[in-house]
């Protein structure tokens, strides 16, 4: 994991130097141990070794994000939004959509929508506020964050008045 933020954070370093900027310093196991307290279950070890790198972002404008899913969120924040989450799903206003479960660990925060991981499976999987669960995003984590250095790697991506713009969701 060390290996994939390090070319990441060059292709940053080159780009938008600002992104790295927001990075959180490595999750102390204290702060992993009451995230995986917090969720009642171990988090899988690509997800844990990120935590070990950066514990998120710190990015109050919400405008210097790493990847077009929204803020990393950092083991303080996961914990908010997954009590969060877990309080609206219980309160059965959300009909019959599979809507959030407590077997998923938000990493990301998009206006409300939450790029997930299911932790049972590990599958990288995409909560919409107002829809449910998208799934097929990304079988793990390392696949997902190396699917983000390919990004990099092949230039699809731009900088628009030094805010990272990524191709594929771009007309």
């Known amino acids: 994991m060390n290996e994939i933020w390090q070319q990441i954070e060059e292709y940053l370093k080159a780009s ?18 009451e995230l995986e307290k917090e969720l009642g279950h171990s988090i899988p070890n690509d997800f844990k ?22 803020t990393l969120l950092s083991t303080e924040a996961i914990i908010d939004t997954y009590r969060m989450l877990n309080e609206i799903n219980e309160s059965n206003d959300i009909g019959n959509i599979e ?13 409300g929508d939450h790029l997930s991981i ?16 998208e799934k097929g995003i990304a079988n793990s984590f390392s696949e997902w964050i190396n699917y983000k250095l390919l990004i990099f790697r092949e230039g699809k991506y731009s900088v628009d008045d030094g805010y ?8």
């Open 16 to 33: 938008v130097p600002t992104v790295i900027e927001t990075l959180n310093p490595p999750a102390t196991e204290v702060e992993i141990q």
């Open 49 to 70: 070794n990120y935590l070990l790198v950066h514990n998120g972002q710190n990015d109050p404008t919400r405008l210097q994000i790493l990847c077009e899913e929204g």
């Open 99 to 111: 809507w959030w479960s407590r077997k998923y660990m938000p990493i990301t925060d998009c206006e």
């Open 118 to 133: 299911d932790l049972e499976s590990g599958e990288v999987v995409m909560h919409v506020h107002d829809s449910g669960i």
């Open 164 to 171: 990272l713009d990524y191709w594929e969701y771009s007309s």
